[in-house]
């Protein structure tokens, strides 16, 4: 019974890391139809951000509980700048190209901020593990859990909570579902449809950013670390369906508990189990659980 209940919450820890990240990347592809493999590179942005940040604010002895306040200022920080710079720079040359095209620049942009990380922050790893502790452990079912994980919960709850009401309650996210079901029509209609592009991609920017910041705590801080996380976001927003909120919750969530019933039951095969159960979910439904299938325009 204790290894189900401790399978059933790691799933769910690991499931809100990775919906924090995979939601960004399915919100740009589901306005700007492009997949982003620069997401990860967002994500390490907001890791590396938050680790410097938190290291300076641990150093002047300020109040402790301030320091998640620093890694949510560290995604902001990120994202703001990151995002139109991105999206205005170099995206919208490409968005009539082939998705081939946009795919390549987006990971050559991919290879281009991994070598700016490195040039910034050097090689060697960073260690900004005080907020992970501050909070301490919990009991459940006679195993300790660090409170940091339900942290990580909240948060993912609250992003995505948060995001569903801004798209679904405000005059904004109506532009949005408009521009997504027709950017021609929209336009037309006059809506800024440029201005709608770089605030989606600044919002999936911060979401990325968001994750990586509140992941630093928790890991060492090191080159490399964006290449583990877009894979497993990329699976996802696959078995989710690309462009799908609703898709990016269920699949973080089939893909943590997948994970961490792996982990305990067949170690050697975590991997192997996720990428499984990816190509199942192709195979039965290959637009993903929650994507419809896209009219065919003339």
């Given at each position: 019974m204790n290894t189900w209940l401790i399978i059933a919450v790691d799933g769910v820890?690991?499931?809100?890391?990775?919906?924090?990240?995979?939601?960004g990347m399915t919100l740009i592809y589901g306005v700007l139809r492009i997949l982003n493999v620069a997401h990860g590179s967002l994500y390490a942005l907001g890791a590396y951000t938050g680790a410097s940040l938190i290291i300076a604010y641990f150093?002047?002895?300020?109040?402790?509980?301030?320091?998640?306040?620093?890694?949510?200022?560290?995604?902001?920080?990120?994202?703001?700048?990151?995002?139109?710079?991105?999206?205005?720079?170099?995206?919208?040359?490409?968005?009539?190209?082939?998705?081939?095209?946009?795919?390549?620049?987006?990971?050559?942009?991919?290879?281009?901020?991994?070598?700016?990380?490195?040039?910034?922050?050097?090689?060697?790893?960073?260690?900004?593990?005080?907020?992970?502790?501050?909070?301490?452990?919990?009991?459940l079912g006679g195993i300790a859990y660090p409170r940091y994980s339900f942290l990580l919960l909240g948060i993912?709850?609250?992003?995505?909570?948060?995001?569903?009401?801004f798209i679904n309650r405000t005059r904004f996210g109506k532009l949005i579902v408009a521009v997504i079901e027709d950017p021609?029509?929209?336009?037309?209609?006059?809506?800024?449809?440029?201005?709608?592009?770089?605030?989606?991609?600044?919002?999936?920017a911060v979401l990325a950013a968001l994750g990586g910041a509140f992941t630093a705590p928790m890991i060492s801080v090191a080159p490399?670390?964006?290449?583990?996380?877009?894979?497993?976001?990329?699976?996802?927003?696959?078995?989710?369906?690309?462009?799908?909120?609703?898709?990016?919750?269920?699949?973080?969530?089939?893909?943590?508990?997948?994970?961490?019933a792996a982990v305990h039951h067949i170690p050697d095969l975590e991997l192997f189990a996720i990428y499984l159960v990816m190509a199942a979910v192709l195979l039965v439904r290959p637009q993903g659980l929650f994507a419809r299938e896209e009219r065919r325009r003339i």
């Amino acid at each position: 019974m204790n290894t189900w209940l401790i399978i059933a919450v790691d799933g769910v820890a690991f499931a809100s890391w990775l919906f924090l990240i995979s939601v960004g990347m399915t919100l740009i592809y589901g306005v700007l139809r492009i997949l982003n493999v620069a997401h990860g590179s967002l994500y390490a942005l907001g890791a590396y951000t938050g680790a410097s940040l938190i290291i300076a604010y641990f150093r002047h002895d300020l109040w402790p509980y301030g320091s998640y306040l620093v890694l949510f200022g560290a995604a902001l920080l990120v994202g703001v700048i990151a995002g139109p710079l991105i999206e205005r720079g170099l995206l919208r040359w490409v968005y009539d190209r082939d998705p081939a095209v946009q795919l390549l620049v987006t990971y050559a942009l991919f290879l281009i901020l991994e070598d700016a990380i490195k040039l910034g922050w050097g090689a060697d790893p960073y260690y900004a593990y005080k907020p992970y502790q501050l909070l301490g452990q919990v009991q459940l079912g006679g195993i300790a859990y660090p409170r940091y994980s339900f942290l990580l919960l909240g948060i993912a709850v609250a992003a995505g909570g948060a995001l569903w009401l801004f798209i679904n309650r405000t005059r904004f996210g109506k532009l949005i579902v408009a521009v997504i079901e027709d950017p021609e029509i929209s336009t037309a209609m006059g809506v800024n449809v440029p201005r709608v592009y770089v605030i989606t991609f600044t919002l999936g920017a911060v979401l990325a950013a968001l994750g990586g910041a509140f992941t630093a705590p928790m890991i060492s801080v090191a080159p490399g670390i964006a290449v583990e996380v877009i894979v497993l976001a990329f699976a996802v927003v696959v078995i989710g369906g690309l462009g799908s909120l609703e898709g990016a919750a269920l699949g973080a969530l089939i893909v943590g508990i997948v994970r961490a019933a792996a982990v305990h039951h067949i170690p050697d095969l975590e991997l192997f189990a996720i990428y499984l159960v990816m190509a199942a979910v192709l195979l039965v439904r290959p637009q993903g659980l929650f994507a419809r299938e896209e009219r065919r325009r003339i």
